[in-house]
Every structure is written in C-alpha cells, then in structure tokens.
C-alpha cells in the first residue's frame, strides 16, 4: 500500500493582457528604487546649467547684501558677520551644481531644522562653521581695531609698526594670552562639539558659550538701532527681488542688542548628511517635469547681475577706502569728472531689461537703505587707514608741525597731503572702545591739514611757493579764461 500526498498548488495568476510594458515599468518605478538612479542622475546633469545660473544669482545677491569691501561696517567685518554667509552659500553652489541637496542652492541660509539634523547644504554647513570658530568682536570693529588702527608708533614707519603690532597681539594664537579679543575668541569651539551638535549663544549674556562676545554685531547697520535689514529665515535668496536679497540680518536681542542670525540655532556639522539626501533623491520616483532649462536671456540676467554686484564691492572709489583720498569726493574721483558707483550700476541696469535684483538695489541705495557704512564709520577709517608713511607720536608730529609752519604754513600741509607724515589729528588711541555706539570719540574728517591727499599737492606747493595765494588765484584765472574760450568754439 502506498500514500500518494497531494501538494496543492497555488494558482498563478495569468498575465494581465491589457496592461502595457511602459505602464508596467511606470508601475515598478513608482516607489523609491535603484532603477530611478539613472534617469535622475541624468536630470540632475541636464539641470547644471540652471544650476549654476542660480548659484551666480545667489552670489549676486550675497554682494548686494554686503556691500563695499573696501570700507568696514555691520556687514564687513572681520570674523562671520551677517553679510559672509551668502559667499559660502555661492561657493558651494558652483561646486556642486549637479547635486542641489549637497550645495544647498534651494535651501535658505538658516533652516533650523537642516542644520540641527546636519542635513543643510554644504555651504549652509560651512558659513555656521566660520561663526562658530571665526566670531566677530568689538575689539575690531568697523571703527576701530587697536593697535593696528588706529596705528600706535613704535619705529615710526606705519607699514612695520603695524605688522609688530599685529604681532603682539597675535602671538601664541591660538592661546588667550595678551591678545586681541578678536583673536582670543576664534577656534574656541570643539571640532568634536560641532559634529555632535552644537547651540550658538541667544545672548550675549551666555558667558559659557565661547561665541558670545561675538554673537551681537559690535558695529551699527543702517537699519533702525542700528541694525542690519534682512529677510525672513525661510526665504531663498535667488533672481528676483526680495528683502535682504533673500538673507537674514541682525535680530533684536532681549536688550536690544543686534543679534547675529544665527543666534540661539542649533548646529551639527554633518559633511556627508547633504550627500546622504542626493543620494536618496536619485532613487525617488521619476519625476518628468523635474527638468529646470535655462536660456540666454536668464543667463545673461545673472550675470548682468553678478557684475553690478562686483562693481559695488569691489570698486575702490568710494568713502573710506584707502585708495581714495579723504571722502573721496573730489574731481577726478567724483562728479563732474568721475563717476559714484550708483552711476556704474545705473549703466549696467541700462543695458538689455531691467534685472529686479539691480533695480532692488538702486532703490534701497538712493534712500539710504542698502547695506553700506555709516558716516561714522566712513570717518574712522579714513582716520585709520589713510595715513602717512610715518607715524609719529603726538608730541613729535606737534613739533614737526609747528617747525614747519613758522617757515611757510603750506609745508605742514604738503608733508601730510603727499602722505609723509600721519595727519596729527589722525593719530591714536582714540577715546572709548567698540563702536559708534559705545563712545568713540572720532576724529573729525577732513581734518584742518586734510589728511592724505594726492589732490592737494598741486595747490599746496603753490602755496609754498607764493604763500600770498596770488600765483594760485592767477594761474585760476588764467585756467578759466581758457575753458571759456573752448567753450566758445564748442570744444
């Protein structure tokens, strides 16, 4: 006898004729997959060009933002201030213009939650890094940064004293010992701390935080109290105009102090979370409408932009710079003969359409709003920059100047304009500590001898030459007889 087992066999179900092979493959792509991997890796190629149009926008905003270069303020600090993050941001941006989770470009500056989870982008990720370990500090401000400027002799050669200076209170970086507080406050928080989450300071009340005496803007903005105009966290700096040109500025503290935006956030320094994102983002569904195209005209916006935003950075003509003397508000430098930079802006804006980050920023500019320095802080650095290729001490230079005007009252001038000698009125220290706000006492600009002024050699040799001024008045007369002349043939 045998037993025969009867295995019950589950019935297949037929193949269903009325769906199609694209329908079936739709069907198995619909959820996260490897097989997404190659059509998003291939969207994400197609997108660089948009991409990187979009990070030059970022950065055109970032120069908006800031401001000039060549003259300090809330904005041009040295340390992290509210006007740096948006540099990272752009780098970071072109870097990676195939993977936008890692660089960042749709992302705010500051997302609380990216940054507390370490999934920001990179650049978000490395702008709170320099705050952290780079913090701003009144002991260099945009008024001052003692002793270095202003200069405190020592050989009496500006451009040595000031490298010694910069020595003694650099030395033994990055130890606390006898240094600037700017110095004494960087690279104080544990690489260790940040990659397992750090929280930057709400106030600077937070003594134990080593970022709290850098976590308020030691200098004013042109904003109300003194502070720095900004947009809303959530928003995304990008080609269109917005307040702050899509960036934070200074928050109120509860004592009124202007807060850096980064205060009270919590931080983790996760190098690969951003990557970990794009990662995942390339087994997601298929998105078809996920291709971003770019033509001529978005391109050469951004880069209309993006040279507008270059020349007000960077151009040297403007009030305070070393490279333009006193104000800076002498022919050839200013009008007639020169030109300001709204004017250079003005004649990039005229070229082709309107581009709105321009136009944001001409606006804010002839109403005094757009990030710039204070008349303050203009002065303090012509005080503190300008100077001549000696600097005395203040009974020294009194002498000198005392010598010189019991021969001809037109040498002292000449000795200080041809930038010999430091304008007495120039030299430090300056009364009070930190910023306008806290007492400076400036020196006023232009001073009786004008400070460092290539424009006033001409007259001042005149001047010693005739010091009556009659020489001067007749070669005056005579350059105006002969512009009339010219005027009168058309020339």
Not at 434 to 452: K, N, Y
Request: one cysteine or more; a negative charge.
């Amino acid at each position: 006898m045998s037993a025969v087992v009867v295995a019950q066999v589950a019935t297949v179900k037929p193949w269903s004729a009325g769906r199609s092979v694209v329908d079936r493959a739709v069907r198995l792509i619909a959820g996260d997959s490897i097989l997404n991997v190659p059509f998003n890796l291939f969207q994400d190629l197609v997108n660089i060009p948009a991409n990187e149009v979009a990070a030059t926008n970022v950065l055109a905003d970032s120069l908006f933002a800031t401001g000039t270069w060549w003259t300090p303020s809330a904005t041009n600090l040295w340390g992290e201030d509210p006007g740096d993050p948006g540099h990272f941001m752009a780098v970071f941006d072109y870097l990676f213009p195939f993977a936008p989770q890692v660089s960042g470009v749709d992302q705010p500056e500051i997302d609380p939650t990216l940054l507390a989870n370490g999934t920001a982008g990179l650049g978000q990720q490395f702008a709170m890094l320099a705050a952290a370990e780079l913090p701003v500090s009144a002991s260099c401000d945009a008024v001052q940064c003692a002793p270095m400027v202003p200069t405190a002799p020592i050989t009496g050669l500006t451009g040595l004293d000031r490298l010694i200076d910069f020595e003694k209170v650099f030395t033994n970086f990055p130890n606390a010992d006898n240094q600037l507080g700017l110095f004494s406050h960087w690279l104080k928080v544990p690489l260790e701390q940040l990659l397992t989450g750090y929280q930057f300071p709400a106030t600077p009340a937070d003594t134990t935080n080593p970022t709290a005496a850098g976590i308020a803007d030691p200098s004013a903005g042109i904003g109300p109290g003194g502070s720095v105009p900004g947009a809303p966290l959530d928003a995304v700096p990008g080609s269109q105009a917005q307040v702050g040109f899509g960036f934070p500025g200074t928050a109120t503290g509860p004592d009124g102090e202007n807060l850096m935006p980064w205060a009270g956030v919590n931080v983790q320094l996760n190098l690969l979370g951003p990557f970990e994102q794009w990662f995942q983002s390339l087994e997601a569904p298929v998105n078809l409408n996920g291709f971003e195209l770019v033509g001529p005209e978005e391109v050469g916006q951004a880069l209309k932009a993006l040279a507008a935003g270059m020349v007000v950075d960077f151009d040297p003509f403007t009030p305070g710079s070393p490279l333009c003397p006193a104000l800076c508000d002498q022919s050839p430098f200013a009008p007639p003969f020169g030109v300001t930079i709204a004017d250079v802006v003005q004649s990039i804006q005229n070229i082709g359409p309107p581009n709105p980050l321009i136009s944001e920023w001409l606006a804010l500019n002839s109403s005094g709003l757009a990030n710039a320095p204070t008349a303050e802080q203009i002065n303090a650095t012509v005080a503190g920059l300008q100077t001549g290729l000696f600097t005395l001490n203040p009974d020294t230079e009194a002498q000198i100047v005392d010598e010189l005007n019991s021969i001809n009252p037109n040498l002292a001038k000449l000795l200080v304009n041809a930038g010999l000698m430091t304008d007495p009125a120039y030299l430090g220290p300056w009364a009070g500590t930190g910023g306008p706000d806290s007492g400076v006492d400036i020196p006023p600009v232009p001073s009786e001898l004008g400070g460092w002024n290539p424009m006033q050699i001409w007259p001042d040799l005149l001047g010693v030459v005739d010091p009556t001024g009659t020489l001067s008045n007749d070669l005056t007369d005579f350059w105006n007889s002969l512009s009339s002349i010219f005027d009168g043939l058309g020339l």
